[in-house]
C-alpha cells in the first residue's frame, strides 16, 4: 500500500483506527506501531494521516508525528451522540462538528476538536485556579485570538466536558492535565 501512495503523487489520506478489542494497557498499540512503520516509510508529503485513539492518554505519544487530524474516539464521541440525543436541536452544530470537508473559501475546519497538554499551552510555576470554568473559558478564548475554546479536560485520565451552570464551578488545572479545545 505505501509504496503505491509513494510513487502516487496526488493527495492521498491514510485512516488509522484502533482496535477497541484490546486490554485496556494495549488500547491504541496497532495505531501507534502502525503509526511509526508509516512515518519512516512514507515519502509523498501530500499524504494526510488521521488517527483514531482510544485512550487519551496516547495522544502525547503520537503528538510529534505529522498527523492531520487525531480522533479521540471513546468518550468523547459517546458524549458528544448523547448530548446530540438530548438536544436534538443541536444537529448543525454537531455535523458540522463530525463532518471531514471544508465549506467553501473556509482554510480551516471551522469545528475541530483537538486536545493539548495544559503544558504545552500555559506557563507553570504550580497549579492554575480559577474562579469559574466560565471565567477560564472566556479569558482563554479571548487570549487566544477567538480561535479556539476550551470544551473540557482530561484529569487523572479521566474525561470531564464543560456543561451546566459553569459559572458556579470553580476550575483547577495542573501541568499534566489535559485541555480539549474547539475551534471556531
Do not use: C, H, W
Amino acid at each position: 500500500m505505501l509504496t503505491t501512495i509513494n510513487n502516487n503523487k496526488k493527495e492521498s489520506t491514510i485512516l488509522l483506527l484502533s482496535d477497541e478489542n484490546q486490554k485496556m494497557d494495549e488500547l491504541d498499540s496497532n495505531v501507534i506501531d502502525t503509526l511509526i512503520f508509516i512515518e519512516s516509510n512514507l515519502t509523498n508529503k501530500s499524504t494526510n494521516l488521521i488517527v483514531e485513539l482510544l485512550d487519551p492518554k496516547n495522544y502525547t505519544i503520537i503528538s510529534n508525528f505529522n498527523i492531520r487530524n487525531t480522533i479521540i474516539s471513546n468518550k468523547i464521541i459517546s458524549l458528544l451522540l448523547s448530548k446530540l440525543a438530548l438536544y436534538p436541536k443541536t444537529a448543525p452544530f454537531y455535523e458540522d462538528l463530525l463532518t471531514m470537508t471544508l465549506k467553501e473559501g473556509d482554510q480551516r475546519d471551522s469545528a475541530q476538536i483537538f486536545i493539548k497538554k495544559a503544558s504545552d499551552i500555559f506557563i507553570f510555576k504550580d497549579k492554575l485556579s480559577f474562579s469559574s470554568i466560565k471565567e477560564f473559558t472566556v479569558s482563554f478564548y479571548y487570549s487566544n485570538n477567538k480561535i479556539s475554546m476550551p470544551i473540557g479536560f482530561v484529569k487523572n485520565e479521566k474525561l470531564q466536558l464543560f456543561y451546566g451552570d459553569l459559572t458556579k464551578i470553580s476550575f483547577t488545572i495542573e501541568k499534566d492535565d489535559y485541555i480539549i479545545l474547539i475551534n471556531l
